[in-house]
């Protein structure tokens, strides 16, 4: 199948982190966090270096069924006070499937959504089905079915202070 052509913009389009800065005991009179967010994309890619395939990742510029993206969204403190527990709540892009437990945060908690935010469970979420003598058993979800990732960033974010949260995904 060919290659489609996307700008990384579309991407854009249909991404949207959301970050809540909680710091609890604050009153309104004092300064409050101010959490910045910067998303990248980028498209992993298998190159030989040195007589070894590893993996690349490299600008999007073009993109087809198939082909893994990287998204990382960099945060960054630019108030004056500690940001505790802050969350990122990033849905899955249209026209992409989230990679199950690809999702990567140090010093957070991760977990998922397959129901739009009603529930969030950690990685992997677990469904339950019928096999095929009607009896119930717990699966790990299709991937298809993931909706929205959160990370709870567990360490305060200090003022000036930054870090990374990551995951993958397949072009449909």
């Not at 945060?75 to 849905?91: F, M, Q, S």
């Not at 360490?155 to 990374?164: D, H, N, R």
Request: proline share 8%.
């Amino acid at each position: 199948m060919g290659s489609v052509q996307r700008q990384s913009f579309w991407f854009f389009t249909f991404f949207m982190a959301v970050l809540f800065a909680v710091h609890p005991g604050v009153s309104m009179a004092q300064k409050e966090p101010q959490m910045d967010l910067k998303t990248t994309v980028q498209k992993e890619v298998k190159v030989k270096k040195e007589g070894k395939w590893v993996l690349e990742a490299i600008p999007v510029d073009q993109t087809g069924p198939g082909d893994v993206l990287l998204f990382t969204i960099t945060y960054l403190n630019r108030g004056e006070t500690d940001a505790v527990d802050a969350k990122i709540i990033n849905p899955i892009p249209q026209g992409v499937t989230y990679i199950p437990q690809s999702a990567e945060g140090k010093d957070a908690d991760i977990t998922c959504s397959i129901d739009d935010r009603k529930s969030w469970h950690n990685p992997p979420v677990m469904v339950t089905t019928k096999n095929t003598l009607g009896e119930e058993v717990s699966q790990p979800a299709p991937a298809e079915l993931y909706t929205h990732i959160r990370w709870i960033i567990k360490k305060p974010v200090l003022p000036g202070q930054s870090g990374q949260v990551s995951f993958r995904v397949t072009v449909e």
